[in-house]
């Protein structure tokens, strides 16, 4: 006994899909839309993805000697050719004196240092771009110290732009070049200028241990959540796009055979004695035909 005659009907209407949309006439069209295009977009899509998928190294690196901060003011890049050291606080004292130290061993570099007395010169002097960047190595802004104003305060300022790239297999990150070897010149000038029974200058050499808060396989799970985030919020139109085409044809193809009175004829020659089957038989041909194509 053969199959049913609802599913005889559904797949009679299928194959007649299949050769309208797969002769010679429309083949080119077809496979334009539901192969090229898809395929096309969809490699596009794999390959930028992948260019800008994020390169970093995490975990916990190896001990290394912090820069001096003449040798890291050479080791800067992108333009950043001057430091701005900014007295806040009262002058001719203590903080002067840490700014002048630090000016020295920066000036050995050749590069410019601006010493600096109000907040809107370094706003004029390090004026940042829209993704963050200056023409500035960086600065430190000076308020108080033990004898004017009863501790030391002062704010190390940098790039917004630093700390997206991360190779702990490495010592030229960010705060390796920038960061820390100003502010070590910074405390080494602070300890210099102390003086008392519990001050001494810090050691020589002093060593960086690099480390991140996610290990090397918690960043890549966190990229991976985030391409899925970004796959379901804002690349999805793309995916879209690659399968539009094809979406369009089943609606032409539909709403053509209506237009034409093929639908109707269709169905009045269909013997079911349930009259909601021939419409359905029809639009599941529809259905299958076009998913077989797109498969």
Not at 17 to 36: E, H, P, W, Y
Not at 228 to 257: D, K, P, S
Request: hydrophobic share 40%; proline share 5%; glycine share 8%.
């Amino acid at each position: 006994m053969g199959p049913p005659l609802f599913l005889r009907q559904i797949w009679t209407l299928a194959w007649k899909d299949l050769l309208l949309v797969l002769n010679g006439k429309r083949n080119a069209s077809t496979i334009f839309r539901a192969f090229t295009e898809p395929i096309v977009l969809s490699i596009y899509m794999s390959f930028i993805i992948r260019i800008y998928w994020p390169q970093e190294v995490y975990g916990v690196g190896t001990p290394s000697p912090i820069r001096g901060l003449s040798d890291a003011l050479n080791s800067a890049g992108g333009g950043r050719n001057t430091l701005a050291l900014c007295n806040y606080g009262p002058s001719g004292g203590e903080i002067d004196k840490v700014i002048n130290m630090v000016a020295t061993s920066a000036r050995g570099s050749g590069k410019a240092v601006e010493i600096l007395t109000n907040p809107d010169q370094l706003l004029t002097l390090c004026r940042s771009s829209l993704s963050g960047t200056t023409k500035c190595y960086g600065a430190a802004e000076f308020y108080s110290s033990i004898n004017e104003g009863g501790h030391w305060n002062y704010t190390l300022r940098s790039d917004g732009s630093f700390g997206y790239h991360v190779n702990t297999n490495k010592n030229n990150n960010d705060p390796e070049i920038y960061s820390l070897p100003l502010q070590h010149a910074i405390d080494s000038a602070i300890a210099s200028v102390e003086t008392g029974a519990s001050t001494q200058d810090l050691p020589s050499n002093v060593e960086e241990y690099p480390f991140t808060s996610k290990t090397q396989k918690e960043w890549n799970d966190s990229i991976r959540t985030s391409i899925q985030h970004a796959n379901i919020y804002y690349i999805a139109v793309v995916w879209y796009l690659g399968f539009i085409g094809l979406c369009y044809h089943i609606v032409g193809v539909i709403a053509r055979e209506r237009e034409h009175g093929m639908a109707d004829l269709i169905e009045s020659m269909m013997p079911n004695t349930a009259r909601w089957q021939p419409q359905a038989a029809r639009l599941l041909g529809h259905h299958i035909a076009f998913t077989i194509v797109s498969v």
